[in-house]
């Protein structure tokens, strides 16, 4: 499967008060991007939604030069990078206009039965039908672990807006979540340098989340936890503005 290439413009709406872009945005953008790639193969999310499957992401990870900016024009591109028997690996780039590289994620994806709300395995001969290689070695990830304790927690409830096509809270929100447990002052001077996030398990409509939080020097640790679950571990790394 060729790369694909999307330019977007960040308009006021995509950022916070220091005109960054906002971390809920930029996945949302990137999945966009993965959208507008697989929309016209057998893969599409309207092609699985047929068989009531979805795509589902796991996990992301990767470094941060800067987050885009206010008035930027910015491109993204996207390709898949391959599958075993359970995941699927797609990568993604963002460049500002003068092509420097401003981030680069990884990210790991598995098949869903939004029937059974449960994992299937990765479909061989569907994958490789559309350009998807079966790899013999895997991208490795970072392996996330919650914290024995956190030093803050903040409830939250999951609304009817916050939910996408597969039925249950859209990942990107889970961003929301995290960013507000931080102080204004921390945010005015920082900005991210690295992020790593694994999606456990899924949140529902009407689940009571909450989001715990530990700072350590430069490094934040986050849990998204609900109805005895743990639905979500992530670690963001910080350098003063």
Not at 187 to 202: G, N, P
Request: glycine letters at 4%.
């Amino acid at each position: 499967m060729q790369e694909y290439s999307m330019d977007v413009k960040v308009e006021n709406l995509n950022c916070d008060e220091n005109g960054t872009m906002k971390l809920q945005v930029l996945f949302d953008l990137l999945m966009k991007a993965c959208d507008h790639q697989l929309a016209k193969t057998k893969i599409s999310g309207n092609a699985l939604a047929s068989k009531n499957w979805g795509w589902v992401v796991t996990q992301y990870e990767g470094k941060i030069d800067r987050l885009p900016r206010f008035g930027e024009i910015i491109t993204i591109k996207t390709n898949d990078k391959g599958f075993n028997r359970f995941f699927c690996y797609r990568d993604f780039d963002v460049y500002d206009a003068e092509n420097n590289l401003l981030l680069s994620l990884s990210s790991r994806w598995v098949m869903f039965d939004l029937e059974k709300r449960k994992l299937i395995p990765t479909q061989t001969e569907l994958l490789t039908s559309q350009g998807y290689e079966a790899l013999d070695k895997l991208p490795k990830f970072k392996r996330l672990r919650k914290q024995d304790a956190y030093i803050s927690s903040r409830p939250y409830r999951a609304r009817y807006d916050d939910l996408d096509l597969n039925h249950h809270v859209t990942n990107s929100h889970y961003f929301s979540w995290m960013i507000d447990m931080y102080d204004r002052d921390f945010l005015k001077k920082h900005e991210l340098t690295s992020l790593a996030i694994s999606f456990d398990q899924e949140v529902r409509y009407g689940d009571e989340i909450n989001s715990l939080f530990k700072l350590e020097n430069d490094t934040a640790y986050h849990q998204i936890f609900s109805n005895d679950h743990e639905n979500s571990v992530c670690e963001l790394t910080w350098k003063e503005r």
